[in-house]
């Protein structure tokens, strides 16, 4: 049930996500693929779901809600980081405070669809673009950059983007304030989400009343994954 619901929402979604390289926020993230859930059973399900809250929650806290011991939660989380499920962990920085005020998103249109390999290998240079998808409907792609202000963005379509080979047109949709932003969910099943759901909110509560500091830091997800982006 949840392998057809993941892979109908990453159909309406998008038929390929090319690149996704967010030099400004860098933070924990859970993506799974139809044959990444065929290695992924009830417990990895409950240790996603409290480690995509808060990376940095102790392995042995994981493992009271759990019911397993430490090191089985490590071993875990270590499997799933190396079976892709488990992709990235660090720190968001929000861009307006390093001075890049405006978020936009920029809808592409190519010659032909084909190109699209080419043009986005063109577009991963630009530092300022930090997501880039080959799309169905209006657009052949859709990227979502950064810029300093309307004249730096101005600067990156007029003198880069569109001067891409293959770049027929450009729509641009500047984002005037961004919501929210979230993960996918973690769905467990019916008979254990919400004694989960309740444990899981209870730890995060306790943890933020009683500002937790991780004992041993090489005991968290966000550690193994530091480690292993420093190799």
């Known amino acids: 049930m949840l392998g057809l619901l993941l ?13 996704r390289r967010p030099p400004f926020i860098l933070n924990s993230s859970t993506l799974y693929s139809e044959k990444q859930m065929e290695k992924v059973d009830q417990l990895d399900l409950k240790i996603l779901k409290i480690i995509s809250v808060n990376a940095r929650i102790p392995f042995k806290d994981v ?12 071993q875990r989380v270590q499997r799933l980081i190396e ?12 861009p307006k405070s390093i001075g ?4 936009t998103y ?4 190519l010659e032909r669809g084909s190109m699209y390999k080419d043009v986005s290998m063109q577009l991963e240079t630009i530092p300022e673009i930090v997501e880039c998808h080959f799309t169905t409907g209006s657009y052949t792609m ?3 950059l950064y810029c300093r202000d309307n004249e730096h963005l101005m600067e990156l ?9 293959g770049v027929v047109s450009t729509e641009t949709l500047i984002s005037l304030e961004q919501s929210f932003s979230r993960q996918v969910p973690v ?15 209870a730890l995060m509560e306790r943890m933020n009343k009683e500002s937790v500091i991780v004992d041993d830091p090489e005991e968290t997800s966000e550690y193994i994954l530091s480690k292993r982006g420093n190799r």
């Open 83 to 94: 079976a892709g499920v488990i992709t990235g962990s660090g720190y968001t920085v929000c």
């Open 63 to 74: 493992a009271a809600v759990c019911g397993v011991s430490r090191a089985a939660i490590h």
């Open 106 to 109: 920029v809808g592409i249109k």
């Open 157 to 165: 379509l007029n003198n880069h983007i569109q001067e891409i080979p």
């Open 100 to 103: 890049y005020s405006t978020c």
């Open 142 to 144: 859709l990227i979502k």
């Open 187 to 201: 769905v467990l099943p019916t008979e254990e989400q919400n004694i989960s759901s309740r444990k899981v909110k």
């Open 7 to 19: 892979r109908s929402v990453i159909g309406k979604a998008e038929s390929c996500h090319r690149l």
